[in-house]
T-cell receptor, first 112, second 114 residues
Framework: DAKTTQPTSMDCAEGRAANLPCNHS???????VYWYRQIHSQGPQYIIH???NNETNEMASLIITEDRKSSTLILPHATLRDTAVYYC?????????????FGPGTRLSVLP | DADVTQTPRNRITKTGKRIMLECSQT?????MYWYRQDPGLGLRLIYY???????NKGEISDGYSVSRQAQAKFSLSLESAIPNQTALYFC?????????????FGPGTRLLVL
């Protein structure tokens, strides 16, 4: 079962920052927060993950609250190609062989 | 991700036929996975492999089999295809980076069983 809740959909203007929230109030101490996205039936694409510290890479930033009960994925300058379903997943760090549980996700529409 | 490729990308077959879906990777990862995705549902794990010749069942392995003869290749077979196996199939590879496993997915194979 999904351990996360996300808004069903969001809109964002092209060029603006897209902030996608995720609640994971039952997260355990050894569970990471992962973000993936899926663009129109393509393979899910890894974006970023973190444990408790904020993380940044070339695609996005991940902000995790101090109590770790929620997080926000930030796409700093959204483009039309960022239109996709974004999945927030909570998972034990070294849990090989267990699937990533993809819930319904947030459908982000980047508008021109 | 071009490092994980799947063939074919689309396949139409008939009930009762045996078909094979292929996955290849150039990432050098030991771990490989097969998932299926149905409309409106998340991904469900079919089989996974930690190394060559290592095979493990996922949550929905019935009706499927796999083969891992080389590190770079992981094949999924439907022994006798049935219509409810119509789905989008994804292969994935993974690596542990000292800060959690990250899975990388292929582009998918769209399968239609008539």
């Amino acid at each position: 079962d999904a351990k996360t809740t996300q808004p069903t959909s969001m809109d964002c203007a092209e060029g603006r920052a897209a902030n996608l929230p995720c609640n994971h109030s039952t997260i355990s101490g050894n569970e990471y927060v992962y973000w993936y996205r899926q663009i129109h039936s393509q393979g899910p694409q890894y974006i970023i993950h973190g444990l408790k510290n904020n993380e940044t890479n070339e695609m996005a930033s991940l902000i995790i609250t101090e109590d770790r009960k929620s997080s926000t994925l930030i796409l700093p300058h959204a483009t039309l190609r960022d239109t996709a379903v974004y999945y927030c997943i909570v998972r034990v760090a070294e849990n090989y062989g267990q699937n990533f549980v993809f819930g319904p996700g947030t459908r982000l529409s980047v508008l021109p | 991700d071009a490092d994980v490729t799947q063939t074919p990308r689309n396949r139409i077959t008939k009930t009762g036929k045996r078909i094979m879906l292929e996955c290849s990777q150039t990432k050098g990862h030991d771990r490989m996975y097969w998932y299926r995705q149905d409309p409106g549902l998340g991904l469900r794990l079919i089989y996974y492999s930690f190394d060559v010749k290592d095979i493990n069942k996922g949550e929905i392995s019935d009706g499927y089999s796999v083969s891992r003869q080389a590190q770079a290749k992981f094949s999924l077979s439907l022994e006798s295809a049935i219509p409810n196996q119509t789905a989008l199939y994804f292969c994935a590879t993974s690596v542990g980076q000292g800060k959690g496993e990250t899975q990388y997915f292929g582009p998918g194979t769209r399968l239609l069983v008539l």
